[in-house]
């Protein structure tokens, strides 16, 4: 029994049991100790922390520190845009991942790109739509735009923080010192930038 196109062989290669008890420790609890999965494991600790280091350098998991954003009361939105080409696809992509208010950037079929973006408030995130956002970018043919709740699954967001805000311009090239939305306190500014005024 080889699965589909041999997807059972291809999972134990990459993950076994001890590998799933693992990560499944580490996602209810990313502060776990090694000692405690161990017990589950049923491995010394010391042989915990090679997997885990295994799983790392190959990069099939990572350890990082995601927000709450009901403890943020942050707004979301799922934005949909239809690109000219996939040539400017790739450009709005590369263009928009280091973006702190970009939380999943994915390509779909036919040059359409999907991306959900965050705003500490409603008026911030609605100027961040209409102003700087990907859908206001050169080469988008149309856009769908869906303010949502917050999410029941994850709580928890990878959103970046930036503890020292140096920058000038935003990742995205938008310069927030010259934004009518900023000067109007409709927006709090670009949470990589110097003009920041939120709580990220």
Known sequence: MNGIFGYNIWLEILLDEIDKILISELQK?????????SKKTGISHVAVRKRLEKLLR?????ISADLNMEALDAKIAAMVVEVENFSRLKELMNLFRDC??????????????????????????????GVCSVRVQKGV?????????LPIYPRFLPIR????????VAPC???????????NSQCLGCPSTKFYSGPL
């Open 29 to 37: 609890d990313g502060r776990a100790a090694l000692s405690h999965i």
């Open 58 to 62: 190959k990069e099939l998991v990572s």
């Open 161 to 168: 923080v930036t503890p020292l805000k140096k920058a000038e």
């Open 141 to 149: 043919r149309r856009s769908e735009v869906h303010i949502g709740s």
């Open 173 to 183: 090239g938008a310069k927030c010192d010259g934004c009518e939305s900023l000067k």
């Open 100 to 129: 702190p208010r970009t939380v999943f950037l994915s390509g779909l079929s036919a040059s359409n790109l999907l991306t959900i973006v965050i705003g500490e408030n409603l008026s911030t995130l609605e100027s961040v739509i």
